[in-house]
């Protein structure tokens, strides 16, 4: 089994910052690319950022210049370290990881998330 946990959500003021993790752990042979979702209340889960095996990242407009992917191999870990924040970032945060269990056949898995509320 693959299990992906979440952690550094919570509460900050408009202009703070946050730092997301997530670690992956079980039965793993590889991971692709992990990432970050989010959905806010009444939105469909969309995109914020992810990094592939290669380190190529890829941001949504709406936070490139203010949120950093970053990888950590060694852990199976992601991160994602959130500036200059605003109210519209407001939403429940998930990790993603596409990986395999065994040769050649991969897919998605997800946390469970954690809420990020920006709001003075």
């Known amino acids: 089994q693959v299990h992906l946990v979440e952690s550094g959500g919570g509460l900050v003021q408009p202009g703070g910052s946050l730092r997301l993790s997530c670690e992956v752990s079980?039965?793993?042979?590889?991971?692709?690319?992990m990432g970050w979702f989010r959905q806010a209340p009444g939105n469909q889960r969309e995109l914020v950022a992810t990094?592939?095996?290669?380190?190529?990242?890829n941001y949504a407009p709406s936070v490139k210049g203010r949120f950093t992917i970053s990888r950590d191999n060694a852990r199976n870990a992601v991160h994602l370290q959130m500036n200059s924040l605003n109210p519209e970032d407001t939403a429940v945060y998930y990790c993603?990881?596409?990986?395999?269990?065994?040769?050649?056949?991969?897919?998605?898995?997800w946390g469970p998330g954690t809420q990020v509320t920006v709001s003075s």
């Open positions: 079980g039965r793993i042979f590889s991971i692709n690319s």
């Open positions: 993603n990881a596409d990986l395999s269990t065994r040769p050649f056949v991969a897919y998605d898995y």
């Open positions: 990094v592939t095996s290669s380190d190529y990242t």
